[in-house]
DNA sequence: CAATTCCGTAAGTCAATGCTTACGGAATTG
DNA sequence: CAATTCCGTAAGCATTGACTTACGGAATTG
């Protein structure tokens, strides 16, 4: 899975507002949508983008809809920053090489 | 600085290639342009997101302008999934805790 | 089975934005 | 000063997508 997906449902500030929501736990829609400043069918549609991102999960229980983070595709993204700043210092540390010589 | 600026500017997928494009190391607008799909103006355009997110810097040699990488921003990105990262750990070990009570 | 709760989907609207071409400014070169 | 290189900005276009309201389906309750 590329990282596309991820970016782009993470870059809408009601989105993410979603998405960080999730960070006290898993909940249901109805829950998500309180205090936002958006409708709940809104979320119901940023949930959908969410999860076909690989970013959260979804299971029933009873007549409700429980979303939890993926933590999988969270880790993505972690290890997406973790190694672009690897690899930028690295680039930095060669082009001040570059100058001493 | 907040972090929508930046989850907004690595959304587009263009802008996004432009970004990785200086992990190799600082770059003119016309390198950087080199191989996108896009007209020079429209990586200029990029550049300038990138700039005012705080994700790019740019400074003048000669009749060229140089992009680099801004370790701070790009640190802070990485900070941020860093965080939800564990968060999202401890936020899971309570729910299996609470389940087991 | 009827009522209720919870939520996904459809359709439509409107603002945001990624892209292009055209243009002009700034720095170097002769 | 003229020519060239490099690049930012303006203007306009076309697409995308975030949001709303309206609706219907699925599960629980009595």
Known sequence: MTYELKFEALAVPTRRAVFEKLR???AS??????GLPVSRPAVSQHLKVLKDAGLV?????????IYRLDTEGLREMRDYFDRFW???LDAYKRSL????A
Chains 1, 2 share one sequence.
């Open 97 to 100: 090489e570059a100058k001493d």
């Open 86 to 88: 690897d690899t930028a």
């Open 57 to 65: 999960l979804e299971h029933r229980e009873g007549v409700k809809r």
């Open 29 to 34: 829609v109805g829950v998500l949508a309180e």
């Open 24 to 26: 006290a736990g898993p």
